[in-house]
């Protein structure tokens, strides 16, 4: 197993083009557990960390840009992202300890594949777009097209993803994220729930987008939910069809980490309540950027 | 196979290591620099005993290929001490008990270090977040968490 | 005579007996003279590694001294962590 | 709080010092099981069964022995096969363990070894031996295990314990009974009866050091051993036993241990790192990965127990019936002796059953934890029992209380109390103010508590006196968690020179005299007695070569304060410093050993009181308070029966809330990491309370009970009973998880 850091995208792209078995990585906190695991014998280890675009946090006038293999810690100290993206931030944040908090990364959250991975709901209802650099360029993908079954992504063998661009956060508008794990800290999700709400001038919901983690082969939205809440409000009645939505679109498995009955119901909970974090911050946001 | 040759500083001195690219920055610390403070106890980073901070960020060695730290600053628990006097944190660890068997002890301080590095005043509550990555089976994590709590004061002058 | 106490476990080799009396000095000499009384006992009762006398647990109580007034009971084997 | 009887003015004994060897522990030096380094030191990598049960065909190493680096491939034809030498059963379960022969009987079994120059090569080593097997059905659980025409493990194993003895081999090793009174009457004078069923998982006791050895053979027969574990002599003469030398021929030092809960009183590598360093003609490493330690270590026994208990209205218990089923793992074994004993012996039942069984299965062999097949049972009796109080209107303690067994009890397991503190720790909770502190919405409070023995057993002590009267105390029993810290109480107290004077050390094989395991809770209790005997002898030889010094006779001379003092003023004292200068003229070094097989085993109660909140929506129980009441005789070293306390409690909360084993169809561990086999970490926990009761022991000479172990029996008993007062469902099954709860919320709306 051969260990090389190219400093930049194209030295990367080039060196994963000409190695037929070569495994990109930014923490390794995943990367690690599976070569001990022997679930993978890569010949080459690509550490892209020290490609600036890719550990890199900025924003402007329109969007944030945050490097795929930017540790997660730099994520949630950066007091203007999490301000803005409270949600993701959090979400990004239960990834593990503050020890792996220095090392993991969105990328490899996304990249792993793991259905129950914390950021990935989180991305989602917040539209975020992965930029993937391969050998001809770059291409730009929704985050939600990123994975499609468990440890399985549509990137092909030569490409990584450089970054996440996140359109800058509307007025009246909050995110969330949920999990539940047995335990406070150190666990993966039995169930993951993100949302997202916009709220007109008079308070209804405009927009709302509800997306959850570990329930199926790959994050799913709600579309039910999202729809029962649009043009009114938070009341009991549309927290319940928020929940029996959420049960409902969940295609989980039975395994040592729940059950699929437990899971369900475990869902419409945290999409309600996820909704309700949701509009309480978008509530609070009621004007600037 | 061709080993790599690393070029750090660790614990303030500068030290050279040879290592396979795949072994980690744990077995590189242990078997090639000597230093065996830091403990193998998951080798997944469940368990935070091979805690150690790489450029003043505290991770667990066990998840760090060794040429990553190829020009990188370590501290493991054989540097907190300076010159024989030791941290705050290592002194109220011995007074308040905080440890038994010892095996966590190590990772415990780094990652206890690495929080009032952050946070001088940190509640319980972010103290117990903080040390959550360390797992201990002896203590119960009572008298850790005092300890660190007394280790912050006596820090803040307090 | 020592009163001699056998948990359930060991009855089958006591015809059901839960209590007997027993002359000896020493515990050896009570298991011998058990061993008289059931044949076959006194195998089980050195498995059985520990012995209760007059409430006090002994690991190892073969030439413990035991008299008269002496309440002797043969523990089941545990083993601590 | 420390509710005293007397005070005996101790200087040292009850103090808070540092520990001997705490500056080591804190600064990284401290050398563990795996931290040693030999010149030319090979590492080893084991070969595991991939099944659950299957015979071993055949096993090729050809390939293995070939690779590079590699140096030494064992399997077990490598050892004595004591089967056909007619050793003990016992003995041969060890080494089959260690490594298999002709079947492998859990997934993770050790099947080979291997040596090499580096660790990759090991690994890859490893990987290349290749083992052919006939996989054969298994049984998991003793449900399974004792089913009509199970598949069996042995073929020839008859229980033991039935009479008539069955003629049919079965999955039943033994059973156990203890019975007293008329079950029938006793349940006649109930007015209320409840009866229930349990099971519990599975449980590993999770220490962090996995198992490491290092062995260097010599030519001559003779090896080295360094190993972590609760005792080295046990290591000695297991290892003696699987490699059929002699035990002298073996010596072992006893490396820092990090952490063991009885796990660590059996063998796993040292014997295979001997026979590797011996094929190899060089020193050996051998270290268990996480998952290994998961798969083929520990745990404890998952079981299936029914308890039925009857109470009148005034809450005394008028019959006790239970019924235990225990897992032993692939080998006889299970705790369940101890599980009959113990299970009851909080109470004065007049009528009672207790009836066990030690059933194996194709899981890893069980291994001591704490208090060994105490926590099971107590899980519940005293769910049972709170269930009892909640339906005559009784407070818990209350019917505690009036049942409570005191001196002069006589015990569920045969002879009477001698005096005990079960009833201190009862008064203790009822007097904390967590007691009637206000609990918030889906709050709720439990209490329960637990019995357990000390072990006593054998225990070895050397004093030595510096030459500037500074004393040294030599002991062969690893320090899991302080102990050398009471060790050098005990000696301040009895030689009265300062705790700061005096350096306590784990001796190895060949240094001191013989020790048993540290385990039980036996070693402050019986090494301390031994280190106490030692200075004693000590002061006695003090006394005369300060008779000497001043040509009087011995008994003119008393020792007060770490000084000779004349009994009439007449002489002026001579310091421990002063005869420790001066031994070479009153009779050579100052030195003494003592030796013992402890008397004086004492008995330990716990209390304790738990509140919980759980989550009605998610079944997620969090516990926000808790409180622990033990009696632990004399504290000789506060801190660390506190430390022993809280570790208790904490891993039984584990037990109750998320630990567990989890296996797939074919018997492979499902969660074998930290990750999924999940033990409680820092942010799951309030502060544990302690309230340290100390009755005396009667027979030991600070008054000392074990403190070790009990606090891991009431735990889940405390935290169901608090589930229970919070959301009215009484949980039956360990663990309490957040999916069984939900699940027994929502049968219960339903």
Known sequence: MKYIAPSSVEEATSLLSTSPSAQVFAGATDVVPQLRAGRSAPELLVDLKKIEELVAIAKDDDKWTVGAAAPTANLTEDEAFSGEFPGLSEAAGLIGSDQIQNRSSLGGNLCNGSPAADSVPAMVVNGARAVIAGPNGTRVLDVAEVVTGPGQTSLEADEFIVEFELDRMPARSGDAYLRMIPRTEMDIAVVGAGARVTLAEDGSIEEAVVALGAVAPTVVRVPDAEAALVGGTADDETLSAVAEAASGVCNPIDDKRGTVAYRKQVAGVLAKRAVLIAIERAEQRNGSK | ?158 | MAQVHFSAGLRDLTGGLAQVEIEATTVRRLVAALEEKFPGIGERLSDASSVAINGEIFTDAEYEPVDSDSEVHFLDIFQGG | MAITEENPGYKWVGTRPIRPDGLEKVTGKAQFGADLMLPGMLFGKVVRSPHAHARIVSIDTTAAEAMVGVKAVITGSDFPDLAANGAHASDIDVANNAIAREKVLYEGHVVAAVAATTRDQAEAAAKAVEVTYEILPHVLTVDEAMAEGAPLLHEGMITKGVDPAPEEPSNVASKILHERGDLDQGFGEADVVVEREFTTKPVHQGYIEPHAAVADANSDGRAHIWCSSQGHFQMRAYSATVLGVSPGTLKVTAAEIGGGFGGKTVIYLEPLAVRLSQRAGRPVKLVMDRDEVFRATGPTSGTRIRVKMGVSQDGKITAAEVWMAYEAGAYSGSPVGAAGMTAIACYDIPNFVVEGYDVVCNKPRVAAYRAPGAPMAAFAVESVLDDLARDIGMDPIDIRLANAAVEGTQASYGPKFPRIGFVETLEAIKDHPNYTADLGPNQGRGVAAGFWFNAGMMSSATVHINENGTATVVTGSPDIGGSRQSMALMAAEELGIPYESIKAVVADTETVGFNDVTGGSRVTLATGAAVVDACRLIVEDLRARAAKTWDVEVDQVEWVDGQAQHVDGSQPPLSLSDLAAKSGRTGGPISANASLNSRGVGAGFSTQLCDVEVDPETGVTRVVRYLTAQDAGRAISPDYVEGQMQGGVVQGIGWALNEEYIHDQDGVMENPSFLDYRIPVASDLPMIDCAIVEVPNPAHPYGVRGVGEVGIVPPMAAVGNAINDAIDVRMTDLPMSPVRILEALTEQSD
């Open chain 2, 1 to 158: 196979m061709a080993r790599t040759h690393i070029t750090a500083v660790v614990n303030g001195d500068e030290t050279e290591f040879l290592a396979e690219d795949g072994t980690s920055l744990l077995n590189a610390l242990r078997d090639e620099v000597g230093l065996t403070g830091a403990k193998e106890g998951c080798g997944t980073g469940d368990c935070g005993a091979c805690s150690v901070m790489i450029d003043e960020k505290v991770t667990t060695s066990c998840l760090v290929f060794a040429p990553e730290v190829q020009g990188a600053t370590i501290l493991t628990v054989e540097g907190l001490a300076d010159s024989g006097e030791l941290h705050p944190l290592q002194q109220c660890f011995l007074e308040g008990a905080a440890l038994q068997c010892g095996i966590c002890t190590p990772g415990f301080l780094i990652a206890a270090k690495a929080l009032l590095d952050k946070n001088p005043d940190p509640t319980e509550t972010e103290i117990r977040y903080a040390l959550a990555g360390n797992l201990c089976r002896c203590t119960g994590y009572d008298k850790i968490v005092r300890a660190v709590q007394e280790a912050a004061r006596e820090m803040r002058g307090q």
